[in-house]
């Protein structure tokens, strides 16, 4: 009944919160995963666009925006959506296939860049799934 | 013991909603959302963007909170939860 401890310090004790680390082997955290990014299959097989279909077209700043054809210094829109895999490298410090260094990095950034609903954001959260 | 630097996840990349004994960590980057209990959402906000070792968490957690049972042990294993999970990093 009066176990409880929480609000009640010790006396002597100053009024700092009272906070258990628990055991090595218990956990803190339960972490509800997308169904569609928990299979490792599709991190192989998924595509990222670059840009996404409907900014087809559209050039990739290095710091990765999206910015109008022709823009100086920005890219070219690659050629064909890159492979799960090859965005993992990437991600990882290597370089997307076909691409020049600075090319890959622009296109990287945009691919980190990527926001929930832009084509090709299911594929990079599958990628940036937690080992575990 | 190595000094490794831990920092909580960009916080603009975070949404948290406070669930009673719960916090729900909705996480952008990862699409994961994650439920947390103590000790973990204050040793986050301990951690803060800054980043801190092991070492500097532990005399800040002990400072700021009653720890009943501190053990480093224990605060190791919470924090590679925290990393594990994509809260934390560990550069």
Same mark, same amino acid.
């Given at each position: 009944?009066?176990?409880?401890?929480?609000?009640?310090?010790?006396?002597?004790?100053?009024?700092?919160?009272?906070?258990?680390?628990?055991?090595?082997?218990?956990?803190?955290?339960?972490?509800?995963?997308?169904?569609?990014?928990?299979?490792?299959?599709?991190?192989?097989?998924?595509?990222?666009?670059?840009?996404?279909?409907?900014?087809?077209?559209?050039?990739?700043?290095?710091?990765?925006?999206?910015?109008?054809?022709?823009?100086?210094?920005?890219?070219?829109?690659?050629?064909?959506?890159?492979?799960?895999?090859?965005?993992?490298?990437?991600?990882?410090?290597?370089?997307?296939?076909?691409?020049?260094?600075?090319?890959?990095?622009?296109?990287?950034?945009?691919?980190?860049?990527?926001?929930?609903?832009?084509?090709?954001?299911?594929?990079?959260?599958?990628?940036?799934?937690?080992?575990? | 013991?190595?000094?490794?630097?831990?920092?909580?996840?960009?916080?603009?990349?975070?949404?948290?909603?406070?669930?009673?004994?719960?916090?729900?960590?909705?996480?952008?980057?990862?699409?994961?959302?994650? /439920?947390?209990? %103590?000790?973990?959402?204050?040793? @986050?906000?301990? $951690?803060?963007? #800054? =980043?801190?070792?092991?070492? &500097?968490?532990?005399?800040?957690?002990?400072?700021?909170?009653?720890?009943?049972? /501190?053990?480093? %042990?224990?605060?190791?294993?919470? @924090?590679?939860? $925290?990393?594990? #999970? =994509?809260?934390?990093?560990? &550069?």
């Amino acid at each position: 009944m009066s176990d409880e401890t929480q609000d009640t310090p010790p006396e002597g004790t100053t009024r700092r919160r009272a906070l258990m680390l628990g055991a090595v082997g218990a956990s803190a955290i339960v972490s509800i995963r997308p169904a569609l990014a928990s299979t490792t299959a599709s991190i192989v097989t998924c595509e990222i666009p670059v840009p996404d279909q409907g900014r087809a077209g559209s050039y990739i700043a290095a710091d990765g925006s999206v910015v109008p054809a022709g823009t100086q210094g920005a890219f070219a829109p690659a050629g064909r959506p890159f492979k799960g895999q090859d965005v993992k490298a990437a991600l990882n410090g290597g370089q997307l296939p076909g691409t020049s260094y600075q090319q890959s990095q622009a296109y990287t950034n945009y691919i980190r860049r990527l926001q929930s609903g832009t084509s090709g954001f299911t594929c990079f959260a599958s990628l940036q799934m937690p080992r575990g | 013991m190595a000094e490794r630097l831990y920092r909580m996840a960009r916080a603009e990349s975070l949404r948290a909603v406070h669930l009673d004994t719960f916090v729900a960590l909705y996480h952008r980057t990862s699409g994961i959302t994650h /439920l947390i209990t %103590a000790p973990a959402p204050e040793i @986050l906000a301990t $951690l803060g963007e #800054a =980043g801190m070792t092991l070492a &500097a968490l532990t005399q800040r957690l002990a400072h700021d909170y009653d720890l009943g049972d /501190l053990d480093d %042990a224990a605060l190791a294993a919470r @924090l590679e939860e $925290l990393v594990a #999970a =994509g809260l934390v990093s560990d &550069a």
